[in-house]
């Protein structure tokens, strides 16, 4: 004889399942690290970050967001939602937008890493999609802008000339709070006058 179900035996359950899946998912991927021979995952390693290399020792569980925030002090990648969401911690990875927090720090050697920080010059220069923001006073509380300009960036450099659309789809992995869409996509055509 089945229980009654009621809401409170149905929110359990939820809770339980989603607890349930997380675990599994941690236990996979520790079983999967525990099968690779003794030491396979290197804990020293070399990142092309901002045009410099970087030495730095990772976890192997590490992500990408995590080092670059915690390890190299790149506070400019922001961590909110943590699980590949909201966008404030996007990256360029040879200059194809990335959320950081969704990959593991192991799997990005040998790539080029540009953070928020390595789009200015290194005269201080703001690129210009940091300048056309400023010029179109995009950012309003700004926890999302330095995701936002480097997706920008990175459409710009495989599009240097979008539509308003495409620049809308461009920025669409971006969450803003504070609902600047079309701030920042003034920035973006902005940014391409610049450019161009």
Known sequence: MNPKVTRRRFIKGVIFSATAATTGAGVYMANAASSRSSGAVERLVSLSVNGRTRRVDVLPQETLAHT???????????????????????????????????????????????????????????????????????????????GQVVSAAALLIANPNPTREEARQGLSGNLCRCGAYDHYLNGVMRAAELIS
Do not use: W
């Open 68 to 146: 670059l925030r915690y390890r190299l002090n790149l506070t400019g990648t922001k961590l909110a939602c943590n699980r590949g969401e909201c966008g404030a911690c996007t990256v360029m990875l040879d200059d194809v937008a990335n959320y950081s927090c969704s990959l593991l720090t192991h799997q990005v050697k040998g790539k080029d890493i540009t953070t928020v920080e390595g789009l200015r010059s290194a005269d201080g220069t703001l690129h210009p999609v940091q300048q056309a923001f400023v010029e179109e006073l995009a950012p309003q509380c700004g926890f999302c802008t330095p």
